[in-house]
């Protein structure tokens, strides 16, 4: 199987848009207006991972400020899970990122989202904080310096 990995440093266009939303839709059940949501972000990073003409994977995050990188969004179809595609996006970030000049990276995840929260893990991020958002769902906030 081969997979390309695609990087864009501004909204990527219309057409992988659409395959980013409905993979986003898949994974999460919602879109949350994505599109609107994701064109607001400041120094916006969007990596995605394609087989064909197939998004498979994505992961979208922006600048917090000159050093510390906020890792928003990511996800991986459920056919393609278990292949590294994650944790290839997730080098691929960081490197980009260390290009860059970002020293840390953040994210935020949730119990819920298990394999996410090892995969941070075991890739370097630390646990540094919870709390409650404003819809009662805890978060869990990791840390990496790159």
């Known amino acids: 199987m081969k997979i390309d990995y695609l990087i864009f440093n501004s909204l990527p ?3 992988i848009l659409d395959c980013i939303v409905e ?3 898949d994974i999460f059940g919602t879109s949350d207006d994505l599109i609107n949501n994701i064109a607001t972000k400041p120094r916006l990073l969007c990596i995605t991972a394609t087989s064909g003409a197939k998004v ?3 992961k979208i995050g922006y600048a917090l400020d ?3 990188f ?3 969004l990511g996800g991986v179809d459920t056919n393609f899970r278990k292949f590294g595609v994650g944790s290839t996006l997730m080098e691929k970030q960081h490197q980009y990122l260390k290009e860059q000049g970002y020293s840390v990276v953040q994210t935020k995840t949730m119990n819920k989202w298990r394999s996410m ?4 893990i075991k890739n370097g991020f630390d646990v540094i904080g919870t709390y409650t958002d404003k ?3 805890h978060k869990i906030i990791l840390e990496k310096d790159l």
Not at 117 to 120: F, K, R, T
Request: glycine share 10%; charged share 25%; no cysteine.
């Open 56 to 58: 498979i994977g994505y």
């Open 66 to 68: 000159n050093d510390k």
């Open 70 to 72: 906020y890792s928003w």
């Open 13 to 15: 266009d219309a057409a």
């Open 135 to 137: 819809k009662g769902l």
């Open 23 to 25: 993979l986003h839709k």
């Open 117 to 120: 929260l090892v995969l941070n």
